[in-house]
């Protein structure tokens, strides 16, 4: 047990905080911002709300989401799809994508590799 305090290799979901944005929260379990600080690995959880229509966005690596819970839509690279639980997404490197949200939220499992950059 020790061993696990001290350098973070094993934690629980509700030992991350969580943070805030205008259209979501995020908890970063890995990454610059994660509980555990890595350079070459994120993986977090993020929920959107409700209703809502998350900034577009693009970043110099690949990126996967599974979503977690809820139902919305995605637009990649302009074409809009449903997104529903257990659904898994590809997004291919500098690739414009965004969440959007319906009655309820969204909740997804994101992760991708390298030193991300991200582009609005």
């Known amino acids: 047990m020790e061993n696990k ?10 030992d991350i905080g969580k943070k805030n944005f205008e259209d979501r929260w995020v908890k970063f ?3 610059p ?3 555990k600080n890595t350079r070459n690995l994120n993986l977090g959880i ?3 709300a409700g209703n809502k229509v998350s900034l577009n966005h693009r970043h110099d690596v690949e990126e996967a989401l599974y979503v977690l819970s809820g139902n919305g839509k995605i637009k990649i690279a ?5 997104l529903k639980k257990d659904d898994f997404v590809f997004i291919p490197v500098d690739t414009d994508h965004q969440i959007i949200t319906e009655a309820g939220s969204v909740k997804i499992l994101f992760v991708f590799g390298g030193d991300i950059v991200i582009k609005y």
Do not use: P
């Open 46 to 48: 993020v929920n959107f």
């Open 33 to 35: 911002r994660g509980f």
């Open 5 to 14: 305090e001290k350098n973070n290799c094993i934690f629980n979901l509700k």
């Open 29 to 31: 379990a890995f990454g």
């Open 78 to 82: 302009g074409k809009i799809h449903d």
